[in-house]
């Protein structure tokens, strides 16, 4: 049986091609910062998102613990989404690793409500406690990949009132490709932000996390004590320049191909049956009485996905997926609801 994994875009497998460049890559011991491909990434990343430095990390959770151990002290009040990934999907890293406490507010937009941020700010700095940062994702992926625009983002400016925003942007290119909008044009008003690699751009691994000189300074530090000091980190960096490169650009198909799944499950199943709100990137959720059930009824007919903590199925389109397997996919998940 053929399977469709719609798991995640992390399942993607490195092309011919990708991993062809990346056998070529001029490599160095990055812990010394002597890796021309790892500077030659942080410098490409750096100049798509409007920063002045970068630092290469293993992951995306990787990447929001340094760049939160860099920004913040233990103790400190963070505000992040009601269903944010630092929130939800780092296994609590962030008060683990950072010692801080994490304030949840309203996501349905997709984003942190600029009003319930607002009144946290004052609250806290009433108690002589401010607030020490606000984190934003995007895309947000509980919501569906809502992306966040430029307009969002001052909002949440404004009512940050100089709370200092960090941007999980580990589907910022998916928000970028699908607003029409320039990754940096999406990150201002952010002191740092951090970019995935393996996710929509099918690279093997590994983010980049972006800001001023003077951060990246602290965050090579904090990543060493995370114990993310790399060595000959070139070969996976070289995955990461050419996914830049040439697969940027392809994420408008995943976008277009999750259209296409959410479409044929809608003409033939009513509401009641599987519940699909509107799809902005490459994340499809789908509402069903009994999820659990339904995951393991899909993965019996050949299609893989993952249930939310609301109980929604998450279908997510990537690189490694046709036209032909999102139909097959859609005819066999039509059967099985």
């Known amino acids: 049986m ?134 934003v994702e995007n895309t947000h992926m509980p919501s569906g990949g809502v992306p966040i625009g430029s307009e969002a983002m001052a909002s949440l400016v404004e009512a940050a009132d100089g709370t200092p925003i960090y941007i999980d942007g580990a589907r910022l290119w998916n928000a970028s490709v699908a607003l029409g909008a320039e990754p940096a044009v999406l990150c201002r008003g952010a002191v740092a932000v951090s970019t995935c690699l393996s996710k929509g751009l099918a690279a093997p691994m590994g983010s980049v996390i972006s800001g001023s000189a003077e951060f990246i300074q602290r965050a090579r530090v904090e990543r060493a004590r995370l ?57 499809v959720l789908v509402a069903v009485e009994n999820p659990d059930r339904s995951v393991q009824a899909l993965a019996e007919r050949g299609v893989l996905c993952n249930v939310l903590p609301t109980g929604q199925l998450r279908l997510v389109t990537h690189a490694d997926l046709d036209d032909e397997a999102i139909e097959l996919a859609a005819s066999r998940i039509v059967a099985s609801l």
């Open 227 to 283: 114990g993310g000091r790399l060595r000959q980190a070139g070969l996976m960096a070289a995955g990461g320049i050419f996914a830049l490169e040439h697969h940027r650009p392809r994420l408008a198909e995943d976008h277009r191909r999750a259209q296409l799944l959410a479409s044929r499950i809608r003409t033939q199943l009513s509401p009641t049956v599987a519940d699909i709100p509107e799809v902005f990137t490459n994340i």
């Open 2 to 135: 053929h399977v469709v994994d719609l798991r995640s875009d992390t399942v993607t497998k490195p092309s011919a091609a990708m991993r062809a460049f990346m056998m070529e890559a001029e490599v160095g011991d990055d812990g010394y910062g002597e890796d021309p491909s790892v500077a030659e990434l942080e410098r490409r990343v750096g100049d798509l998102v409007g920063f002045e430095a970068g630092l290469f990390v293993a992951s995306g959770t990787m990447g929001n613990q340094v760049a939160l151990r860099s920004l913040t002290q233990p103790g400190d009040p963070v505000i992040v989404a009601a269903r944010a990934h630092l929130l939800q999907f780092e296994a609590g890293a962030s008060a683990k690793n950072a010692g801080i406490q994490l304030l949840s507010v309203e996501d349905s937009r997709g984003y942190p409500d600029p009003n319930q941020v607002r009144d946290l700010v004052r609250q806290y700095r009433r108690i002589h406690n401010p607030v020490r940062l606000i984190a």
